[in-house]
């Protein structure tokens, strides 16, 4: 039981409804009598929602709210995700030269031992060629041969192996929408013109017709433009724009070119002069998005860009353009208002982190609800935990272009040439000398631990060519019986996994969109 009576949340995208299942869920149901829960929104416009990847946290926090599987499948138009593949991040190349796969799945043990330990002794020994993310893991045989992460009889959330959404995040945001209604939130389609302040914090809103909305706690889930937290509360921005340039994205779907063109089981994000593009396919469409930094590049320029990288395929819609803010509000939880999504903190998109901050948060916001009484000191925990989990969001990300090799224009010579955050920094040097450890990162919010960055190291030609403590005492038969017995476990894996299109096909009767072909306009 806390001292919040009841809760107003400003803003229905993704973030918004988000956290009014979420708190419904748990704060709502910590309590006798029902916690009162308000959603006010403008009412969205009718477009076409935008296509997004999500990682694996995603299917604990559906499961935590009780919702099925299959809901994502019928009513968000959602594919799954095996991991991400970077194309040209290293030197510009053609793929599949300048490849690289970070799979969700960490690599094996055996004898004791990561996999990435026995294929780092027989790499510095000149006995293996083979990409570590190959060598290593099961999942990257998943990527080449478009195949689902889940088998035909894996229960709902569960998998050999761990998997991420491809999705419709309208539809999402409309799904999650629907749960919460049904569960008592009430629901204020409206324009927040005004909000009142007293000496607690935020009194109430007040909508553009008049109508005054009053609460204890609010949740500002506003996107970038943060009506309560910042405009309101005065909260300032920490800006990471020194440190990631790109600062604007253009996306545009595409209609897929035959009935059953293969479905994609991982995200795409291709290096460009001036930025990255991606790809994700979903049920009825592939989306695609170009991210760059407007220093270097137009507008103009970012949608030819767009159109080159996707080929023959047709645009579903015309360019949509946004103005990304990266950073974070300095304390995402002031007085009595939480701001989530892009009103809390944003990153580009390159390891799909959107709503897998948004989940963080709310975890985090409700394990430090205090009881009645001074909260000050959850307060300024979570604050001070965000901070650090935003710049550890920030390092990773940052690390995907600072260790490129790529110098070939203004944009990569600017983002490899960056003075790096002083942590990455520290970090990066250690891993020139010894290869990475759990050990290594004092701080673990997030969630990338060593086996992440080891595949990021690993692609970009990063790792130490000495140092790699114990496993070198490993004997290389040892070693080479480990990726023997990867590579069994993968011939097996490609054989008994559906490809993506089998396993929605398997789902029919429940599930499957028609997918869009050239030519015909979403709704
Ligand atoms: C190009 C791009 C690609 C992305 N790709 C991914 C991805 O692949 N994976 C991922 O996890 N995340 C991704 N994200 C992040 C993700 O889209 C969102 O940032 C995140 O889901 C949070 O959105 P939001 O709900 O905070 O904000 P928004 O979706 O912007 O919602 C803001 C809400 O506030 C409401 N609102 C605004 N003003 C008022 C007002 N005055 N009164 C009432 N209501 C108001 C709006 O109606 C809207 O409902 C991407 C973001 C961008 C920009």
Redesign the pocket.
């Known amino acids: 039981m806390s001292d919040i009576q009841s809760i107003v949340i400003?803003?229905?995208?993704?973030?918004?409804?988000?956290a009014a299942c979420y708190l419904q869920r748990t704060l709502g149901a910590a309590r006798h009598a029902p916690l009162p829960i308000t959603l006010?929104?403008?009412?969205?416009v009718g477009t076409l929602g935008?296509?997004?990847?999500?990682?694996p946290t995603l299917r604990g926090t559906m499961q935590a709210l009780g919702l099925p599987e299959t809901a994502l499948f019928t009513d968000a138009d959602a594919t799954l995700t095996n991991g991400i593949r970077f194309n040209g991040w290293r030197c510009g190349g053609p793929a599949p030269d300048d490849s690289y796969d970070h799979p969700f799945d960490v690599p094996m043990p055996f004898h004791g031992f990561a996999t990435t330990a026995h294929w780092l002794n027989l790499r510095q020994r000149g006995l293996t060629q083979q990409p570590m993310a190959q060598a290593c893991t099961v999942q990257t045989t998943l990527f080449d041969g478009h195949l689902s992460p889940k088998l035909m009889d894996s229960p709902d959330y569960q998998a050999p192996v761990s998997y991420g959404y491809h999705l419709d995040?309208a539809k999402l945001?409309m799904l999650l929408q629907q749960t919460a209604l049904a569960r008592g939130v009430r629901h204020v389609p409206?324009?927040?013109?005004r909000v009142q302040r007293g000496e607690a914090g935020i009194e109430s809103?007040e909508?553009s017709d008049g109508r005054r909305i009053e609460g204890s706690f609010f949740v500002d889930?506003?996107?970038?433009?943060s009506?309560l937290l910042q405009q309101a509360l005065g909260v300032p921005w920490v800006s990471y724009a020194g440190w990631l340039p790109c600062d604007r994205?253009?996306?545009m779907p595409v209609a897929y070119a035959r009935e059953h063109e293969p479905l994609r089981s991982f995200?795409t994000a291709t290096a460009q002069a001036a930025g990255w593009t991606?790809e994700?396919d979903l049920q009825s469409r592939r989306?695609t998005?170009h991210?760059y930094a407007s220093r270097f590049c137009s507008d103009d320029e970012a949608v030819h860009v767009l159109r080159q990288a996707q080929g023959t395929h047709r645009p579903l819609a015309e360019p949509r353009l946004?103005v990304?803010r990266v950073g974070h509000a300095a304390r995402v939880w002031e007085q009595n208002c939480l701001a989530?999504?892009?009103?809390?903190g944003?990153m580009?998109?390159l390891e799909?982190?959107?709503?897998?901050?948004?989940e963080w948060m709310l975890k985090l916001f409700v394990d430090h609800v205090a009881p009645a009484g001074d909260s000050s000191g959850c307060r300024a925990r979570v604050n001070r935990l965000c901070a650090d989990h935003f710049e550890e969001l920030r390092d990773f990300i940052v690390a995907h272009y600072a260790l490129s090799q790529r110098r070939d224009t203004p944009f990569w010579r600017a983002a490899t040439e960056a003075v790096l955050p002083p942590r990455l920094a520290e970090l990066l040097a250690l891993w020139d000398t010894k290869v990475p450890t759990p050990t290594d990162l004092d701080r673990r919010l997030s969630m990338f631990g060593t086996p992440d960055w080891t595949f990021i190291l690993a692609g970009l030609h990063r790792l130490p060519s000495r140092g790699i403590g114990l496993s070198g005492h490993i004997s290389p038969e040892i070693s080479l019986k480990a990726l023997a017995h990867v590579k069994g476990i993968r011939q097996q894996a490609s054989q008994q996994s559906p490809t993506m299109r089998d396993y929605l096909r398997s789902l029919q009767g429940t599930v499957v969109r028609e997918p869009a072909r050239a030519g015909r306009l979403m709704n």
């Open positions: 400003v803003g229905g995208g993704t973030a918004g409804w988000l006010v929104e403008l009412p969205a935008t296509e997004e990847a999500t990682v995040a945001a409206g324009r927040v013109a809103v909508l889930c506003t996107g970038s433009q009506l994205a253009v996306s995200t991606w994700m989306g998005g991210v946004q990304l989530l999504g892009a009103a809390g944003f580009e998109p799909s982190t959107g709503l897998y901050a948004v």
